[in-house]
Nanobody, 126 residues
């Protein structure tokens, strides 16, 4: 049974940092692409950062220079390091995986992903 479990969310002040984790079971993350999506109230779900099984990484413009996606294959866990957080980053963050090697366009399409975590809340506020 495949399961993805996110953790690491919480309440932080603007300019603060959080590190989100996505622990996988039932699959070997090394063989999957990973994307962190987020959904804010009243807005559509959007991709934040994508990491292909081949090692390529992609970021939305607003995350470049602030967020870093990575994975630890020995722990079968993916991460999203978020620095210099802004109120506009407030959302529920989801980890999703899929087989294959998505490119800079297809990695952002939620319907292409097979497995999803339950989400973790990130709130950036003074």
């Amino acid at each position: 049974q495949v399961q993805l479990v996110e953790s690491g969310g919480g309440l932080v002040q603007p300019g603060g940092s959080l590190r989100l984790s996505c622990a996988a079971s039932g699959i070997i993350l090394e063989d999957y692409a990973i994307t962190w999506f987020r959904q804010a109230p009243g807005k559509e779900r959007e991709g934040v950062s994508c990491s292909s099984s081949a090692g390529s990484t992609y970021y939305i413009d607003s995350a470049k220079g602030r967020f870093t996606i990575s994975r630890d294959n020995a722990k079968n866990t993916a991460y999203l390091q978020m620095n210099s957080l802004k109120p506009e980053d407030t959302a529920i963050y989801y980890c999703a995986t899929r087989r294959g090697r998505p490119n800079g366009n297809s990695c952002w399409v939620p319907t292409l992903y097979n497995y999803w975590g339950q989400g973790t809340q990130v709130t950036v506020s003074s």
